[in-house]
């Protein structure tokens, strides 16, 4: 069991202002990591850490001996241009990494004046940086752990037995594909699809008329286990690395005729986006509270997804935001409208059980894998994380505010997953933005 320590301390200021900002999400207490490449300069991507309006190029504060030798393996694994080699070493290596990068970038140690002095050559501004996927993904699963989300769509599809017997025993997953995993900002293209959308009707291929979002938070798993090993739910918060927003993108006619019994697939695989910044579990130590009390008659979780840990505070308290703007609200300088705003702490399942769960029958999880949460829905309906839950499968269109119904996504839509932790004697802390246009069919 870890604590906060002196890098979460909220009076912490850092030499790189714009980290001073009550409104960044980017504070010296967050240090999440990302992999960036410079525009001019060109070169091969590396990884970073967000830092205020900025980013610290952590090899080359490596090269220019601002680190000590405990931390300058990891330090040096950070030349690589994806984040695996780091999420492997494991948490005690990482949050020690961490806690040297405190102090690199505060304003009150030596090592802040050191690396001030040469702030030129070890930071790079992110609007001269494009940012890369942050780990080679080998593998991505996504679940389906907000209760509420699972009751409003099975409500919708199954009116007299919405949410299966297994659900509260068993954390429910497919297997995502992670080549269709992509960086926020890139367009995401509608799919194609066969779909059928009267039971009685014709079955037609063609362009999804009901394309989605899905705003999730995924985690990237650290060291993992071995083939035939398990993960134990009391060191499962050690082999999470640290977490992102994740879009998963969803083509609703199509996943309505191709579900069963299998469960998602050309729905789902077309595109996943991800936030750029992956916020440590160190980071989010602050904001670690009891999950959400099951109803009075459910069943407890099952020994081995059940810990004193977990059960203390193995939820994270993350409020989450999705936003949406289409092709004319832009074209008229109209602000993106805010289409739900849910809490992570709502869901049915912790990060740490769906993790113990997916290990348990010996399954190996390797470093730079992602899971994701599945969509986080709360129980009222502007904490709904989807556009099929919001708009209730079309029958209540939102109005955008241009007068634009959706019932759906649109060409040209943006949407725009944020996602920050805040509470009192704690420093506010983001994840930045997870962001896609939809682009036309081709
Ligand atoms: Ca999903």
Known sequence: MHATDDTHRPELGSWVASANQ??????????????????????????????????????????????????????????EPRLNA??????????????????????????????????????????????????EIGDYTDFYASVHHATNVGSMFR???????????????????????????????????QTRNDPAGPISVGPSARLDYELEVGAFVGPGNTMGETIPIGEAASHLFGLCLVNDWSARDIQSWEYQPLGPFLAKSFATTISPWVVTLDALEPFRVAPAERAAGDPAPLAYLSGDDDRARGAFDITLEVWLSSESMRASNTPAMRVSRGRFVDMYWTLAQLLTHHASNGCPMRAGDLIASGTVSGPTPDSRGCLLERAWRGTEPLRLPTGEPRRFLEDGDEVTLRGWCERPGARRIGFGECRGVVAAAR
């Open 159 to 193: 009116p007299d037995n919405p949410l299966l017997p297994n659900y509260k025993w068993v954390p429910i997953g497919y297997h995502g594909r992670s080549s269709s995993i992509v960086v926020s900002g890139t367009p995401v293209r509608r799919p194609k699809g």
């Open 22 to 79: 009550p409104a960044t999400d980017f504070p010296v207490q967050n240090l999440p990591f990302g992999v960036f490449s410079r525009v001019r300069e060109g070169g091969p991507p590396r990884c970073g850490i967000a830092i205020g309006d900025s980013i610290l190029d952590v090899s080359a504060a490596a090269d220019l001996g601002l680190f000590g030798e405990t931390e300058l393996p990891a330090a040096l694994a950070c030349a």
């Open 86 to 135: 780091l999420m492997a070493m494991g948490a005690n290596v990482v949050r020690a990494l961490r806690a040297a990068v405190s102090r690199m970038l505060r304003d009150d140690t030596e090592e802040g004046k050191r690396a001030e002095a040469v702030a030129r050559e070890i930071l790079v501004r992110m609007h001269d940086a494009v940012m890369r996927l942050p780990a």
